[in-house]
């Protein structure tokens, strides 16, 4: 990078940065690999842990989907692995169906698409894109990411319970889940599952404060708000609705502890169980529903902004065009943060509540509509008639495209409170949020994995390989969720073992359709192995990776192409310009990283732009604060 | 991990504080954990089927305890700036013992809600009291540990005119405490 050492009148203090450096660099396995604050190693610790989790969750998907599409099988071949839980008839036990629900979604939405997608990439590009050497605070970092380790293992721990981990749902409602005579996923289970929360709140929490706080305050000399990359925009309103809705499922999860240990009778009233009356008296249900849905809904932004902001990058920079609408990207962004507090009881229209209240929520959950067009148009017009260079990365940020908008037009139909009484909790539902959650974050989670998997390993991924990941995943994905639309519209109801009264001869109707989806599942999941021989092939075998390989304007390609801790050797560069100079008329290449200044690209400046060069000065006079800032 | 924390973490140079920047966002995640459970207080409350009950006087007693402490907090960032270092040991001291005090005091308020025949186990109208003063008791527990660290500083002179971060941060979250408590009780007071 020329660029980037083209400043050589500003290495004066670079010497004095330069031996802090070196003096932290004596660190054993343990402190460099394992108990690191470096932020880039914490991002891979997230990434790997997600990727695990979510073969994990994965799999328990295809083992309830060969229920759902094969009822009839024999599935005495799974006994090495499932043991008991496999019947004396050969059939999965019905507990552990709802188990393996309860499961896979608690699984994929927390582990895999906030801490494994969130926790990887804030952790990673925060630093790198903005100009800090780390996070604000390293330790609490490295402490977020142990919590959830601690989470994690408490989670893993509880799938090898007698009585099966917790079964009811990943929205765990009670009094199901409160009551651990209920069923027998609500016993130890279900204990352990909320102690396992409770470290994962305080994990986010930790992390979210970090990213907020490193944005705020850590940006290089010249890094305005308005030249952020919309990735760390996206990260930012991320972490501010973790930091906002998070606390308030850990008072659900508290309070539901205390009906659980203790017998209060927050979500408990009257009632009996097995022609016993319990003594709990005065409780509502639906608070708990409100409680939860009040972090529900934001969590369902929680995973996806990072995989849009991601994929606003990837696209800008592989369309060779500025992103269309930076500004509106940010407001929409902006707006989804904010109406994502105030939509939340859209997901309990059938809960009795006053038809009034569900018209209210109908009409802001309809108005969300709105910025997420916003977001999709800006997408399309971004591609518009840009130089599209197809890399893996730029194929999956399309899909994410694809599924969010496929996805998106059925919430639009959800969020109808009339509409919803006939949908609610059918598969219709699941066929929703699979395609413009699961499945959009996901490939947003991939996308970013194959973008950004130089600068975490200094190697590349093998680029065919990566071609077939995406072909393979994107049809199955479609294949998958497409279907489960007309299944809901059917009525056939989620998170059922089977099909017996199933309106209209139903489940005969579509016992065809329901097979075919499980063998779509079957061969999309056994695609994902491509992408993880891919991945941990590269780590130690791939092509090493140029400086810049996809000429890209951000900052992270302008450190080493393997950075230590501490991301730059030397000076922290400057930024002068948005990350979005793609394909500037009169450049002399087809894009300008936001370290060049206005000054050396007179050819290419607009008329408004000269005026900036005066500012150049201003910028580079704050290097002494911020060398100040890290050396004190 | 010292050396790390040098090289990495940055003073003071910028507008804020990134430390103190922390404090005020762990500040706000307390804050809506107690605006969830007093949403829903009233979201039960209105729902009915609600005991009603007198607040334990000793809780009015414990709030003024509480403010005071906050006044002796106030008192010793003062002294700090001002390097009186024996007016920062004794004003740190006294806002721990009356910390102390108040958690002690809060404790005997239980035990009249007990005398009251409002348990924890019963009608959630009881329930969310000690809910509610129990989790603020947690913090508190909390705030009484980052004070412990100011102390100690404080007795080694580790806290001066130039050296303030620490017992900002302290004070920051001591009054916040205090602040969140006079929310809880006068909402209780009001609500129940
Ligand atoms: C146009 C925007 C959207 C609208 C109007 C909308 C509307 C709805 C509605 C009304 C429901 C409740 C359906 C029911 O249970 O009967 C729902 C469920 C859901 N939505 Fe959306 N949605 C939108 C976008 C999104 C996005 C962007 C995500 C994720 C990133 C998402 C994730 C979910 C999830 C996870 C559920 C189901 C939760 C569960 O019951 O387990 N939605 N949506
Ligand atoms: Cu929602």
Redesign the interface.
């Known amino acids: 990078m020329s660029t980037a050492t083209s400043h050589a009148e500003e290495v004066h203090t670079h010497d004095h940065s330069h031996d802090h450096e070196h003096e932290h660099h004596e660190l054993n396995f343990w402190t460099k690999y394992v108990f690191s604050t470096d932020h880039k190693t914490i991002a891979k610790q997230y990434l790997i842990s997600g990727i695990l989790w979510a073969f994990i969750g994965g799999s328990f998907s295809i083992i309830f989907r060969l229920q759902l599409g094969f009822p009839d099988m024999q599935l005495d071949w799974l006994r090495p692995i499932l043991g008991e839980w496999i019947d004396e008839g050969g059939k999965l036990d019905k507990e552990f169906y709802l188990a393996l629900v309860t499961m896979h979604g608690t699984i994929m939405v927390f582990f895999v698409l906030t801490a494994g997608l969130s926790g990887t990439f804030s952790n990673f590009l925060i630093p790198l894109q903005i100009g800090a050497r780390d996070m604000a605070s390293g330790f609490i970092n490295m402490l977020s990411y142990w919590f959830f380790f601690l989470s994690s293992m408490i989670m893993f721990a509880s799938l090898f319970l007698e009585t099966g981990p917790a079964s009811g749902g990943w929205v765990i409602y009670p009094p199901l889940s409160a009551l651990p005579q209920a069923m027998p996923g609500s016993g130890l289970g279900m204990t352990m599952w909320l102690t396992s929360m409770t470290f994962f709140i305080i994990s986010s929490l930790m992390g979210g404060i970090n990213y907020i706080c490193t944005v705020i305050n850590l940006r290089t000399r010249g890094m305005t708000f308005t030249k952020m990359p919309l990735t760390i925009w996206s990260f930012f309103f991320t972490a501010v609705l973790g930091l906002l809705s998070f606390p308030v499922l850990l008072s659900a999860a508290l309070l539901l502890i205390f009906d659980r240990s203790f017998g209060t009778s927050f979500y408990l009233s009257e009632i009996y169980i097995q022609g016993q009356a319990l003594p709990n008296m005065g409780g509502s249900p639906i608070l708990y529903q409100h409680l939860f849905w009040f972090l529900g809904h934001p969590e369902v932004y929680i995973v996806l902004l990072p995989a849009l902001g991601m994929t606003s990058e990837i696209i800008a920079t592989n369309s060779r065009k500025p992103i269309f609408g930076y500004r509106a990207m940010i407001g929409s962004m902006m707006g989804i943060t904010v109406l994502a507090f105030i939509v939340w009881a859209h997901h309990m229209f059938v809960t009795g509540m006053n038809p009034f209240l569900g018209s209210v929520f109908m009409f802001l959950t309809l108005i969300i509509a709105v910025p997420s067009a916003v977001k999709a148009f800006n997408y399309i017009t971004t591609l518009w008639r840009g130089n599209l260079i197809f890399t893996p990365a730029m194929l999956f940020s399309i899909g994410l495209v694809s599924l969010f908008i496929s996805g998106g037009v059925t919430g639009i139909i959800l969020g109808n409170s009339a509409l919803d009484i006939n949908l609610h909790d059918t598969y219709f539902v699941v066929a929703h949020f699979h395609l413009v959650m699961g499945a959009a974050s996901f490939f947003g989670l991939m996308a970013g994995v194959y973008h950004w998997f130089p600068k975490m390993f200094g190697r590349m991924m093998n680029k065919t390989l990566g071609y077939i990941h995406f072909w393979f995943t994107f049809v199955g994905v479609y294949m998958v969720f497409f279907p489960m639309h007309y299944i809901g519209i059917a009525g056939f109801p989620r998170r059922y073992y089977s099909f017996t009264a199933v309106g209209n001869d139903g489940a005969a109707a579509f016992t065809d359709m329901n097979a075919f989806i499980s063998i779509a599942a079957i061969i999309t999941f056994t695609a994902q192995a491509i992408f993880a021989w891919n991945f941990f092939y590269s780590i130690f075998k791939g092509k090493l990776a140029p400086q810049n390989p996809w000429n890209s304007n951000t900052l992270e390609w302008t450190a080493p192409i393997n950075p230590e801790h501490g991301n730059w050797v030397g000076e922290i560069p400057a930024v002068y310009r948005w990350p979005y100079d793609y394909s500037k008329p009169g450049a002399e290449q087809d894009f300008i990283p936001q370290n060049v200044p206005f000054s050396a690209t007179k050819s290419s400046n607009l008329p408004e732009e000269e005026a900036e060069i005066a500012k150049e000065k201003d910028i580079d006079g704050l290097l002494g604060a911020q060398n100040e800032s890290y050396n004190r | 991990?010292k050396?790390?924390?040098?090289?990495?973490?940055?003073?003071?140079?910028?507008s804020?504080n990134?430390?103190i920047?922390?404090m005020w966002?762990?500040i706000?995640?307390?804050i809506?954990?107690f605006?969830?459970?007093t949403?829903?207080y009233l979201?039960?409350k209105a729902?009915g089927?609600?005991v009603e009950f007198e607040m334990p006087s000793l809780f009015s007693y414990s709030t003024g305890v509480l403010i005071l402490s906050s006044i002796m907090m106030h008192y010793s960032l003062l002294a700090a700036k001002k390097d009186q270092f024996n007016a920062l040991r004794m004003s740190i001291s006294i806002t721990f013992v009356l910390g102390l005090l108040f958690l002690v005091m809060q404790f005997y308020g239980w035990i009249q809600l007990v005398e009251m025949n409002v348990y924890?186990?019963?009608?959630?109208s009881g329930?969310f009291v000690y809910?509610l003063s129990g989790?603020h008791g947690l913090h508190l527990v909390s705030g009484l540990v980052v004070l412990i660290f100011a102390l100690v500083a404080a007795f080694r002179l580790k806290i001066n005119a130039k050296q303030l971060t620490q017992i900002k941060i302290c004070a920051t979250y001591w009054h916040f405490l205090d602040a969140l408590w006079l929310y809880l009780f006068v909402f209780l007071l009001i609500n129940n």
Do not use: C, D
């Open positions: 991990m050396s790390t924390e040098n090289v990495i973490e940055p003073a003071e140079t910028r804020v990134p430390k920047f922390t966002l762990f706000v995640s307390i809506m954990l605006a969830a459970f949403s829903a979201v039960r729902e089927n609600w924890f186990v019963g009608n959630p329930s809910v989790l």
